[in-house]
């Protein structure tokens, strides 16, 4: 594949008003003009480059959604105040009374929960599918299906979607292909694939710091107009807009993005090549155990490897939360939800992130007790984080001592 996505971010200059060497934030929530008409045509959609409020739109967040855009190799971009705040109004924009979507079944636990028990409200019904199996996608396609939604990579049993099997599937039955690209940024791109929609939580990788929440929807210009539509728009309406200064500070972290992707994707692969060789039940997608490697290599772009999330099961919820207390007292990460931070951050997603997800569903999924999600930080020195963390899977039993 011969898509370069951070090329395509680098490829992008702004300069601040003053010259600075960052565009200059916008510091306002409303904008002046000159004369009645222009602002009229505003309203009405038809003045470009004029702003009006910044609930629609303000030039910080126009200059990160540019940015996703050109790395998503999407026409343009609408940031939201989250990651839910950008996938809820795509949803809503999408469907409307009696009207359908297939899902996949491993997804984030609140994106799960906003389609078993919110939008039923609005009597939008979801199948939940097993992703990977095409076959049962269709079978699940009815004549009210307007929307496939799935993660690139699950959250957080790392199921890997192929996308442009989906895509075929969606254009063949008129459907819209919605992907949640947020655990594989710059390695998958799912609109060359031939999603129609990508979102992302900022939250995670893209803004890497931990410090806010943040989303975005990467589309054509035509349903970011729609969803930005003073009059029916769901993110316009809906109101989760993210805040300009935000907007600002995330744009400057995502320079260093692909930097900090490869040393997730580089520091991950040694831990999950090094817990498998252990004998540790171990799901990463660089491995050539797991069951959707070589389609993860076929949709991959080059550089960025298969990304910094993997799972290990140490058999019992107990073990998992014991292990994890040890490992954060030990300074090798913290016991926290959420991901894509410089320190590693582990959590038992059964009993937090999917925890939306009703136990006997967890099980037929996969989803099991003694799972742990890491979110594997930026270590420079990774094999002495590994040597520490084998440590502590002896101490409580995990693991067997080497035998010398
Ligand atoms: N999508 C995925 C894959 C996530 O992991 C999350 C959050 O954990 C979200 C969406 C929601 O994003 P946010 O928490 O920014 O609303």
Known sequence: MSFKPANNIQDLQYFGEFGGVNPSISDSSTYTFLSAKTMFDTFEGNADGCYLYSRHTSPSNLYLGEALAAMEGTETANVSASGMGAITPVLLQLCQSGDHIVSSRTIYGGTYAFLKNFTPRLNIATSFVDITKLDVVEAAITKNTKVLYCESVSNPLLEVADIAGLSKLAKQYNLKLVVDNTFSPLSISPAKLGADIVVHSLTKFINGSSDTVGGVVCGTQEFIDALRNVNDGASMLLGSTMDSLRSASVLKNMRTLHIRMKQHSK?????????????????????????SHELFKSMMNDNYGFGGMLTIDVGSLEKANELMELMQERNLGYLAVSLGFYKTLFSAPGTSTSSEIPEEEQAEMGLSDGLIRFSIGLDEDIERTYNMMKECMVELNILQPELV
């Open 267 to 291: 520091n991950a692969h040694y831990l999950a090549e090094k817990f498998e060789n252990d004998g540790l039940k171990t799901v990463y997608p660089g491995l050539a155990s797991h069951p």
